[in-house]
């Protein structure tokens, strides 16, 4: 059987909490049953994020029945565009450059006197927010695994890129093979850290 439902994004600037998009949709879902609903938010004038200038969005999607708002979920994001032409990087057109150390964290784990300092968030911003600073380093490249999700989202509120490294040591193949694991592994880490957060606001509620 399927339901009618209408899904609702609105973005603010996070620091404060002015409105710069929204957008609206119907859609028709199958009950049991996954279903991808997309809509197009223009942001024709906006901020890019830096290391510098760590400047953050927040979307809310609510999803709304006969009966009024059945879920809603926040996520913050960052505005920024990075590619490499030749062995340099680039950050939002501008040539930059990466300063900064790795984090192989399953290694970490081994260490028994480390016990959960991995979940204290005031370690961890003096990990990734205190030290780095005092070192002027911009990034860290995440290595072997990835870390928990609120590494990320501190990272982005103080300013420092992660690159999550692919396990790439042990695959063989063809090309295409390689290009299609290495995608289903972005896309897995992406949907699974958006219904962890879910699953954790639906807790906490």
Not at 7 to 15: G, H, N, S, T
Not at 52 to 58: G, I, K, M
Request: aromatic share 16%; net charge negative.
């Amino acid at each position: 059987m399927d339901d009618s439902v209408s899904l609702e994004v609105v973005v603010i600037e996070k620091i404060t909490g002015k409105k710069v998009a929204a957008g609206k949709g119907r859609f028709l879902v199958k009950r049991d049953n996954l279903t991808e609903m997309a809509i197009d938010i223009p942001l024709p004038e906006f901020t890019f994020w830096t290391p510098e200038n760590p400047f953050l969005y927040a979307a809310t999607a609510r999803l709304i029945i006969k009966s009024g708002v059945a879920d809603e979920l926040d996520h913050q994001f960052g505005m920024r565009d990075f590619t490499t032409k030749g062995k340099f990087f680039y950050l939002n057109g501008e040539k930059y450059i990466l300063r900064g150390t790795n984090i192989t964290l399953q290694r970490f784990f081994e260490d028994p006197d480390c016990g959960n300092l991995v979940w204290d968030k005031e370690w961890v911003r003096k990990l990734l927010v205190d030290y780095p600073k005092q070192l002027n380093w911009n990034a860290m490249r995440i290595c072997v695994c990835i870390v928990p999700d609120f590494w990320y989202d501190i990272a982005d509120e103080y300013g420092l890129l992660f690159q999550n490294e692919w396990l790439y040591w042990q695959n063989h193949g063809w090309d295409e093979q390689i290009r299609k694991e290495y995608a289903d592994w972005v896309w897995r880490w992406v949907l699974s850290t958006a219904l962890r957060k879910q699953m954790m606001r639906s807790e906490s509620g």
